[in-house]
């Protein structure tokens, strides 16, 4: 591995490290399928029709970029062919440096090959916080395996709302004031929180209500009917009696309920109900009849953070789908701004501020450690030693699936590291295993070792120690 320096825009000295791969790996990248997340490109490409892809990917969800890849003229053969020297890929890299200024979102590297000639120019593109334009000042984004350009005001806002730009919570809606500023909602709360404050006023101030109209987060919080204004505003709870990857009619156990009223209540009424459900639930196991239990704290937070942090300006309910041995969240919306299902646990973004902000006021809040929600949730399931929850994006929704599944034994999980790595200690045992407590684990670690799956790693100090697999 080396680094090159080459001069970008205004003279800025661009470093960027050659990577020697294997015939192995450029076989690897010859057979990749271009798609959402990917993208292949002859060095022939005209750098301004580049900067689509770039574009493309920003305003998605990201992806990797390949330049120096060629094709036959019946696109059925891959054949490397990159840039002579690093020289020869500045006009592709340039625009990098134009869509990305400050130097964030992208990541790149120059791959060679002994058998191959010539250097292929390897970009990682990153979800974008800001909405990015191609050199011909069209926004595309990235669906599948195409750019799409976004050119109507409904694409454009679509996407301003998805990044976060704008928020569908600011619009206003065309109802009487009375509907929200003397609702028994607000004059609860109000009673609650400020009770010297006038409805109405303190509405204004937190700009809740716009040039005489309420927003949607008005709406949403303090009118007592906003599905009245805001018809697929609602939770939607459905209990499958089956285990299968799809519900059906026949496994359908009830019609579908919906649960209604102001975001507060509505909260607090569908994870009552979705516990109700739940608690009645005996399915089949090895060992009989069981009861099926969920954290209450897994259950409650992420209900909630669907509640609050969907995509509004969709016509659709939040769904919460009750299987024999999953639940499934899925709300309208795919994550806003540069949240991801990787980084969502670290990242924070609220689509909807107002509305989170406003919600925490109220008496035992529903949101009450505001941005660690899901922390709480997946905590929870991992103290009950239950799979961590999975996030998936739809192409306009976000699918949040609690299994009830338990998590291999700690004994498994070991064998099964030790299975790719050489050796493995106290910390990165409770690491993959979730066992918090150093003294619990040193225990199993032991029991292993007098059970000959484990032998001690000789020559390791006290407090370093070290297991493996036994040698045969």
């Known amino acids: 591995m080396r680094t090159v320096r080459l001069a970008g825009d205004n003279r800025r000295i661009v470093s960027i490290q050659v990577i020697n791969v294997s015939a192995e790996q450029v ?11 990917l993208d292949l490109k002859r060095k022939e490409i005209a ?3 580049l900067t689509r892809t770039i574009a493309a990917f920003a305003n998605a969800d990201g992806g990797e970029l390949y330049i120096g890849i060629g094709e036959d003229n019946a696109r059925t053969t891959r054949f490397w062919e990159g840039f002579e020297g690093a020289e020869d890929a500045n006009g592709h890299i340039q625009p ?8 964030h979102g992208f990541e790149y590297e120059f791959l060679r090959s002994e058998a191959e000639t010539g250097l292929v120019l390897h970009v990682y593109v990153a979800k974008g916080a800001a909405i990015k334009k191609a050199s011909n000042d069209v926004v595309y984004v990235r669906r599948g395996a195409q750019n799409l350009p976004q050119e109507t005001n409904e694409e454009l806002g679509r996407l301003e709302r998805a990044k976060g730009l704008s928020s569908f919570e600011a619009d206003t809606v065309a109802t009487d004031l009375a509907d929200v500023a003397d609702s028994l909602a607000v004059i609860g709360f109000m009673i609650e929180v400020i009770p010297e404050g006038d409805p109405e006023t303190w509405l204004r101030k937190q700009r809740l209500i716009v040039q005489d109209m309420p927003t949607v987060a008005c709406v949403l919080l303090f009118a007592d009917e906003p599905q009245a204004h805001l018809p697929k505003a609602a939770v939607k709870v459905y209990r499958y009696s089956t285990d299968a990857a799809e519900g059906t009619r026949e496994t359908l156990v009830f019609d579908p309920e919906t649960v209604e ?39 409650h937070e992420i209900i909630t953070n669907a509640v609050l942090h969907r995509d509004y300006s969709m016509s659709d309910d939040v769904h919460v789908r009750i299987f024999d041995n999953r639940v499934e969240v899925e709300s309208p919306g795919r994550l806003p701004a540069h949240i991801t299902p990787d980084n969502i646990l670290r990242e924070r973004f609220a689509r909807n501020a107002s509305v989170v902000r406003i919600i925490n006021k109220f008496p035992n809040p529903p949101n009450k450690d505001v941005g660690e929600g899901l922390n709480t949730a997946f905590s929870a399931m991992t103290k009950l030693r239950l799979r961590e929850p999975e996030i998936k994006e739809a192409d306009h929704s976000t699918l949040v699936i609690i299994r009830h599944e338990p998590l291999a034994s700690p004994e498994a999980q070991v064998i099964k590291y030790l299975d790719d790595n050489q050796e493995i200690n106290n910390s990165t045992a409770r690491e993959i295993t979730k066992i ?16 000959s799956e484990l032998e001690r790693v000789p020559g390791k100090i006290k407090g370093g120690s070290a297991y493996r697999k036994p040698k045969r």
Not at 29 to 37: P, Q, Y
Not at 96 to 103: D, I, K, N, R
Not at 436 to 451: F, P
Request: glycine share 10%; hydrophobic share 40%; charged share 20%.
């Open 27 to 37: 076989e690897h990248i010859l057979g990749l399928e271009e798609g959402h997340f």
């Open 47 to 49: 750098p301004d029709k």
């Open 96 to 103: 990098f440096e134009a869509l990305f200024p400050l130097g």
């Open 261 to 299: 009223g102001n975001l507060y209540q509505q909260i607090i009424a569908a994870v009552a109900r979705v516990t109700q459900i739940i608690e009645g639930i005996q399915v089949h196991r090895e060992e009989g009849l069981v009861s099926i239990n969920y954290p209450p704290e897994t259950l």
């Open 436 to 451: 918090e407590s150093e003294g619990k684990m040193r225990r199993i670690l032991q029991a292993m070792v007098a059970s």
